[in-house]
């Protein structure tokens, strides 16, 4: 069988990369190793937003994604609890993550965005629940949530509806090139060749893995996290929140020396889903692939969250789940074709932002695949960039 293009993951990337590139007529060929949700798509928190992102391109790109989440679930057919502008938060406990807090917004404020520092009193109208000792708080008006497993599938129907076929429980194990290294196609587990001039390698944190079969080495590797969640209560929380160190965890880890943080790297991140239960991280970890959850990081979430919002020492976690980030050593994801294998192209590597990030990947990757151009530069995520 020949097609335009095959993507190799189908995880909530490579199902919007599908999606995409099914709006612009292309004869696409899905392939999944497991099933959709199996990767991080389906054990991650669904905060959609701008404030946790990295100033500069990446900010650029959240802020592009939300204006599709817009319109996302009309296009699609379907509900993914998207809520919008339910606003985000960034608690500081003292001066100084006060300051690095408001030095992170006055970077962030070059995307045109609304990110203020307001009190904690302030902060305390929005949400009331919030500890009434902490130093103050970064503020994001809009930003919103969603619940990424029935995104990844919303995505993965409309997709199908527009002519994408999908194969699940069917791994690539090589991709072919001619001998002028151009790759023409993929072989799967059951042995089968599928035709294609273009490959996409979406295939979250085992995309070092699939890179190989292509000759490339990928700084992609699994950053484990942790979260628990909650009985449903009532109307509790209506931002999403992460604490101070959140940020400085994710993109800036070096400057870190207490070796108790660094060790599991636990910080705060909680929001309410639709059902009433309280989804609370979180940590990064370098477990491999390991997806169990500890005890030690078990406790330490439990503790962050009660140091912010004291009123869940009342509340019973019912659950735990651990899920791996794609972890790139820049905090960008490896988005676009690379010059090293002519028709392979990357949408890996979205670490902590791929749920944010999902929609505006799969148009602009689309547009650079089918018109060989995208709309915003994807410069800044070339693959090559590492070599
Ligand atoms: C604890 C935690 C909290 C998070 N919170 C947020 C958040 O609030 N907001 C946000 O934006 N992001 C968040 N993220 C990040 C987000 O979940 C990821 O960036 C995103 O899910 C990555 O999607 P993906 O499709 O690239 O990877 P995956 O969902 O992992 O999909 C990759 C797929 O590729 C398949 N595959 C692998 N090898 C092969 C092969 N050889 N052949 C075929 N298929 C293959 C796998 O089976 C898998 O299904 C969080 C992640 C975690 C773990």
Same mark, same amino acid.
């Given at each position: 069988?020949?097609?335009?293009?095959?993507?190799?993951?189908?995880?909530?990337?490579?199902?919007?990369?599908?999606?995409?590139?099914?709006?612009?007529?292309?004869?696409?060929?899905?392939?999944?190793?497991?099933?959709?949700?199996?990767?991080?798509?389906?054990?991650?928190? $669904?905060?959609?937003?701008?404030?946790?992102?990295?100033?500069?391109?990446?900010? +650029?790109?959240?802020?592009?994604?939300?204006?599709?989440?817009?319109?996302?679930?009309?296009?699609?057919?379907?509900?993914?609890?998207?809520?919008?502008?339910? $606003?985000?938060?960034?608690?500081?406990?003292?001066?100084?993550?006060?300051?690095?807090?408001?030095?992170?917004?006055?970077?962030?404020?070059?995307?045109?965005?609304?990110?203020?520092?307001?009190?904690?009193?302030?902060?305390?109208?929005?949400?009331?629940? %919030?500890?009434?000792?902490?130093?103050?708080?970064?503020?994001?008006?809009?930003?919103?949530?969603?619940?990424? *497993?029935?995104? =990844?599938?919303?995505?993965?129907?409309?997709?199908?509806?527009?002519?994408?076929?999908?194969?699940?429980?069917?791994?690539?194990?090589?991709?072919?090139?001619?001998?002028?290294?151009?790759? *023409?196609?993929?072989?799967?587990?059951?042995?089968?060749?599928?035709?294609?001039?273009?490959?996409?390698?979406?295939?979250?944190?085992?995309?070092?893995?699939?890179?190989?079969?292509?000759?490339?080495?990928?700084?992609?590797?699994?950053?484990?996290?942790?979260?628990?969640?909650?009985?449903?209560?009532?109307?509790?929380?209506?931002?999403?929140?992460?604490?101070?160190?959140?940020?400085?965890?994710?993109?800036?880890?070096?400057?870190?020396?207490?070796?108790?943080? %660094?060790?599991? !790297?636990?910080?705060?991140?909680?929001?309410?889903?639709?059902?009433?239960?309280?989804?609370?991280?979180?940590?990064?970890?370098?477990?491999?692939?390991?997806?169990?959850?500890? %005890?030690?990081?078990?406790?330490?979430?439990?503790?962050?969250?009660?140091?912010?919002?004291?009123?869940?020492?009342?509340?019973?976690?019912?659950?735990?789940?651990?899920?791996?980030?794609?972890? =790139?050593?820049?905090?960008?994801?490896?988005? !676009?074709?690379?010059?090293?294998?002519?028709?392979?192209?990357?949408?890996?590597?979205?670490?902590? +932002?791929?749920?944010?990030?999902?929609?505006?990947?799969?148009?602009?990757?689309?547009?650079?695949?089918?018109?060989?151009?995208?709309?915003?530069?994807?410069?800044?995520?070339?693959? +090559?960039?590492?070599?």
């Amino acid at each position: 069988m020949k097609y335009d293009v095959i993507i190799v993951g189908g995880g909530i990337i490579g199902c919007s990369v599908a999606y995409y590139l099914s709006k612009r007529n292309q004869k696409v060929l899905l392939l999944e190793k497991r099933d959709h949700a199996q990767g991080s798509a389906g054990a991650t928190d $669904g905060v959609v937003s701008y404030h946790t992102k990295k100033p500069g391109a990446q900010m +650029d790109l959240a802020v592009q994604s939300l204006k599709l989440y817009e319109t996302l679930e009309k296009e699609l057919g379907e509900s993914v609890e998207f809520v919008p502008d339910c $606003g985000g938060m960034q608690l500081a406990e003292n001066k100084d993550q006060w300051d690095m807090l408001s030095k992170i917004a006055d970077k962030q404020r070059e995307s045109g965005v609304d990110i203020r520092m307001i009190s904690i009193d302030e902060a305390r109208e929005i949400e009331p629940q %919030l500890a009434p000792d902490l130093y103050g708080v970064l503020y994001a008006p809009c930003g919103g949530k969603v619940e990424p *497993i029935k995104l =990844t599938m919303a995505f993965l129907h409309a997709a199908k509806r527009q002519g994408v076929e999908v194969k699940n429980h069917l791994g690539v194990t090589e991709i072919k090139k001619d001998s002028a290294g151009k790759v *023409i196609g993929v072989v799967t587990e059951d042995g089968s060749f599928y035709e294609a001039p273009k490959v996409v390698i979406s295939s979250g944190s085992w995309s070092a893995e699939v890179g190989k079969m292509a000759g490339l080495d990928l700084p992609i590797k699994p950053r484990r996290g942790q979260l628990l969640v909650t009985e449903a209560v009532g109307p509790f929380m209506h931002c999403t929140a992460q604490c101070a160190l959140y940020n400085v965890i994710k993109f800036m880890p070096e400057t870190i020396k207490d070796p108790k943080i %660094l060790h599991i !790297g636990a910080s705060l991140s909680i929001h309410q889903t639709e059902n009433g239960g309280l989804l609370i991280g979180g940590t990064r970890e370098w477990a491999g692939f390991d997806r169990f959850n500890s %005890l030690e990081a078990v406790e330490a979430i439990a503790h962050r969250a009660l140091r912010f919002f004291p009123a869940l020492k009342n509340v019973s976690v019912i659950r735990a789940f651990a899920g791996l980030r794609p972890y =790139t050593p820049d905090s960008k994801a490896l988005i !676009g074709g690379t010059k090293k294998v002519p028709g392979l192209y990357l949408a890996a590597g979205h670490e902590g +932002d791929g749920i944010a990030l999902a929609p505006i990947t799969g148009k602009l990757l689309s547009e650079e695949i089918v018109d060989g151009r995208s709309s915003y530069s994807l410069e800044p995520f070339s693959p +090559d960039r590492f070599s």
